[in-house]
Structures are given as C-alpha cells and as structure tokens.
C-alpha cells in the first residue's frame, strides 16, 4: 500500500553555523600550516591563526562555538555545537610532543561551553622556544567541500569572538 502523502517533499532550510576566532592573531591559509593533513584539507576545510603573544600571562584559546566539549588535549580541543558537526582548534604544530607542558586547562572534556568561553591558556613563545610551530589551524572537521566560507581573509587580524568561518550544515532531510 502506498501513502498518499509519497510525492510531498519536505523542504527544510540549512543551517548556517558562524563560528569565531579562537585566538587574538593574525589569519592564515590553512595551506600555510607546514602539516600535511592540516594543509591539505584532509582534517576539513578551514583557516590558521598566528597568536599574539601576550605581555603578561597566557594565551588564551576559546571556544569557537558553543557545544560539548568532546575532545580535549593540551594543545587541541574539539567542540560538537550538534551532533555530527565538529570544530577543531589546534595550538601549533606538533605541540603533542610537548606532553602538556606549558598548557594550561580551563574546561574538562565532555563540558558544555559557550561560545568564548576560555578552554585553554598557552605560551606561544615558549613553543617556538622549543622549536615548534604556533600556527593553530581552526577547522569544520568533515565538512562537505564548499560548506565552509571565510569571514576574515588570510593576513587580516581578529581578536578572539571575531566571526572567522560561516559553516552551512546540510539540512537533515
């Protein structure tokens, strides 16, 4: 038996997710980060940012989004606003080598958070001091190719809760 309701079409809008900068500092093509999976888009599309260095204290890394916190490192975080839609905010470049030090925590993984809530503080300087890279690629991870806009364009500086990345999220049908 067939409904008669078979050819009607439900039509729902997609949503439009702007997420903010994490971090004051200068923005980058995600293609300058020098990790291959980061530049090249694997990870998803998104930007970089060059830290400032703050006079006194850490840097800190805020959420781009509000949501769960599902992950959360030392020098990454990761936050979920719904299900199935991740952001990503990576401080540096192989920082993971750095086993925590010099990183500081605000939040716990599994946290809810609002958008510019302090997840993390740092010290970039402290990271080149090491030899390691400060550029922190901010990425829409497993976005569908052409889902994320630029709001800020590479060379620009935001301050962190600058709008930085519209993602539109495909409407669930």
């Known amino acids: 038996m067939t409904s008669p309701h078979e050819d009607v079409v439900a039509v729902v809008p997609a949503t439009r997710l702007v997420l903010s900068a994490p971090l004051d ?18 990870a998803g599309p998104g930007v970089a940012i060059e830290p400032d260095r703050p006079v006194h204290g850490p840097a800190l890394a805020h959420a781009p989004v509000a949501g769960r916190l599902v992950t959360l490192f030392a020098h990454a975080f990761a936050v979920e606003p719904s299900p199935g839609t991740t952001v990503l905010v990576h401080l540096g470049i192989d920082t993971v080598r750095l086993a925590g030090e010099g990183f500081a ?14 997840v993390i503080g740092w010290d970039p300087d402290a990271v080149e001091a090491r ?8 990425v829409a991870l497993q976005a569908e190719p052409g889902s994320v806009e630029l709001l800020v364009q590479p060379g620009r500086r935001v301050t962190a809760g600058t709008p930085l990345l519209a993602w539109t999220l495909a409407a669930a049908a």
């Open 25 to 42: 500092g200068i923005v980058h093509a995600l293609e300058d980060v020098p990790d291959h999976v980061f530049a090249a888009g694997i």
């Open 105 to 118: 925590l605000y939040a716990a993984e599994g946290e809810e958070v609002a958008q510019g809530d302090p």
């Open 131 to 138: 030899g390691l890279g400060v550029l922190s690629p901010v």
